[in-house]
């Protein structure tokens, strides 16, 4: 049997190890796969059995992991009710031929154990049911406290076994959780699990606060704090709560944001003039360098995920259009150009695409364009849509709306086709979600 070491994204997780589940059958060629770069995806057909368990620890991982394949748009889990074989074996193969007259194209077993000091062993086999063979197949050990993190972590290893592409689900969000009153709103930072579970405050909402962003290594966010009525630039490390002021710089800012190697933070500075520039910090040394100098209102800057270029806001052009230049400032080269006005722009972690907010018509949408302008297509339009983040494999998006009439903003994510809208449970209103990297 071969063992292997997930040393990353256990260590967190106090997990020992995990090692590969032993094919009762060594697979050829799966049969069941998902072409995620069709433009029209059929959500494939999936059975998620309750995972066997002395209590319902088994059957609660098994409902997320069920509950992470349906929200992603590309596996429908088949009704329970319908299923014929009742798993009560794990490491036996399953009668496939029960599962192919209910049409469940793959199937997920899976067992949780309590070991001596409350330690949970927990595993899963995933089953191509046409090909009757076993695709894939782990195990992690943890404490109980951690099991919906096993719950994610094995939707990400069927998620990319089945499309070929890395997952989404072991993240978290970070957000303004917003209460009260429209004109006496308390506005608090707030973190969850990706599927609105989990949810923690950050702070207190004696401050207003605004803009969070996770760093590359997820251990810390940055942000804006109003306290004083003045806004200054924070870090917060989310371990220990520990805040350190990152500078308090005269008039107003805005937007910071991380350079992908987490060593700069890049954002916009108010100039005396009224103007607003963009300037990068290096966290180490704590200069700063302006990147933009013109008559104009530049802002919300967003790193390639190479680190080369920046794409921003700017009104230099008359009203708010979107800009990419060198990551060291110089020439900036326009790049939207259709009817309104685009802000809050954001470089997908894999580099083909920048989302952003546009305003039209009285209405505001989230689209998508490649780094050159080319390719632009709106995702989703309503009242008031905004500030787009992204998922870790770059192909879904989460933002936050309000409805007209509505009493405040809400949480929603959305797919590159943008057919697969939903609204993320959050207690509470919620603005300006970031997305963290997947989890260590």
Avoid at 118 to 126: K, N, P, T
Avoid at 354 to 362: E, M, P
Wanted: proline share 6%; no cysteine; net charge negative.
């Amino acid at each position: 049997m071969m063992t292997t070491i997930r040393a990353g994204r256990l260590a967190a997780l106090l997990l020992a190890f995990a090692s590969l589940l032993a094919a009762t059958v060594l697979p050829a060629r799966a049969l069941v796969e998902i072409d995620i770069n069709q433009g029209n995806i059929e959500p494939l057909p999936i059975a998620v059995t309750d995972f066997i368990s002395g209590d319902g620890i088994g059957a609660q991982i098994s409902q997320v992991v069920a509950d992470n394949l349906r929200r992603s748009g590309l596996f429908a889990p088949v009704d329970k009710g319908a299923f014929i074989e009742q798993v009560t074996n794990p490491d036996a193969a399953p009668r496939f031929e029960d599962w192919r007259v209910i049409n469940a194209q793959a199937l997920v077993t899976g067992r949780v154990v309590e070991e001596a000091g409350g330690r949970l062993r927990a595993e899963f086999r995933l089953w191509d049911t046409f090909a009757a063979e076993q695709m894939a197949g782990e195990q992690f050990f943890t404490n109980r406290d951690n099991w919906r993190r096993v719950a994610h972590i094995i939707s990400d290893a069927i998620f990319e076994r089945l499309t070929g592409e890395k997952g989404y689900f072991d993240t978290r969000i970070v957000y303004v959780a917003e209460s009260g009153p429209r004109d006496n709103r308390t506005k608090r930072l707030a973190i969850m699990d990706q599927d609105g579970f989990n949810q923690r405050y950050l702070t207190r909402g004696g401050d207003i606060v605004l803009t969070p962003r996770f760093s590359p290594s997820r251990q810390e966010i940055t942000y804006m704090d109003f306290a004083g009525g003045e806004p200054k630039v924070y870090l917060l490390q989310l371990e220990t709560g520990q805040r350190e002021l990152v500078g308090d710089f005269p008039g107003m800012t805005f937007s910071p944001r991380f350079s992908p190697d987490g060593q700069k933070i890049v954002m916009s500075l108010q100039q005396p003039d009224g103007n607003a520039n963009i300037y990068a910090m290096d966290l180490r040394s704590r200069n700063t360098t302006r990147l933009t100098n013109s008559a104009s209102i530049d802002t919300s800057p967003s790193f390639s995920p190479d680190g080369s270029r920046i794409v921003f806001e700017s009104d230099r052009g008359g009203r708010q259009q979107l800009y990419v230049m060198g990551a060291n400032g110089g020439q900036a080269q326009r790049i939207s150009f259709g009817n309104g006005s685009y802000s809050t722009p954001v470089w997908s972690p894999r580099g083909d695409l920048i989302a952003f907010t546009k305003q039209s018509g009285g209405q505001f949408s989230i689209g998508v364009m490649r780094p050159d302008g080319s390719g632009e297509r709106i995702l989703t339009t309503g009242f008031h849509n905004e500030g787009p983040t992204w998922a870790p494999n770059g192909r879904y998006l989460m933002f936050f709306r309000q409805e007209a009439g509505a009493a405040g903003p809400q949480l929603y994510s959305i797919d590159l086709t943008g057919r697969n809208e939903q609204r993320v449970p959050v207690e509470g209103f919620a603005s300006d979600p970031a997305w963290s990297p997947l989890l260590e």
